[in-house]
Nanobody
Framework: QVQLVESGGGSVQAGGSLKLSCAHS????????LGWFRQAPGKERVFVGA????????SYADSVKGRFTISRDNAKNTVYLQMIALRPEDTAVYYC?????????????????WGQGTQVTVSS
């Protein structure tokens, strides 16, 4: 059974950067699509971005394009979310999620397994 564990969250000032990691165990990491979502207090969980199993296909929410980069290391069974130029509105719990395929990539209902989340707080 797939398990996902996020790490790397923390508190930064606006304009700063953070790199989140998501360690994957169980299943076949190299064939999975991995996505990142975030949820701010009182709001729905929303799509941040995703990377295909090949690593060369990515998708991002408009709000993070140009600032966030997703990558994966299949040898380490880990997916990363590099975040730069952080803004207070990026404050949320960030979740890693796993699925197969690429249809409706931003729909959280398409994802099968979720991590426990890691808090990112950006102060102004």
């Amino acid at each position: 059974q797939v398990q996902l564990v996020e790490s790397g969250g923390g508190s930064v000032q606006a304009g700063g950067s953070l790199k989140l990691s998501c360690a994957h165990s169980g299943g076949t990491f190299s064939r999975d699509t991995l996505g990142w979502f975030r949820q701010a207090p009182g709001k729905e969980r929303v799509f941040v971005g995703a990377v295909a199993w090949t690593g060369d296909t990515t998708s991002y929410a408009d709000s993070v394009k140009g600032r966030f980069t997703i990558s994966r290391d299949n040898a380490k069974n880990t997916v990363y979310l590099q975040m730069i130029a952080l803004r207070p509105e990026d404050t949320a719990v960030y979740y890693c999620a796993q699925r197969l395929g690429w249809t409706r990539i931003s729909d959280p209902r398409q994802y099968v397994t979720w991590g426990q989340g890691t808090q990112v707080t950006v102060s102004s």
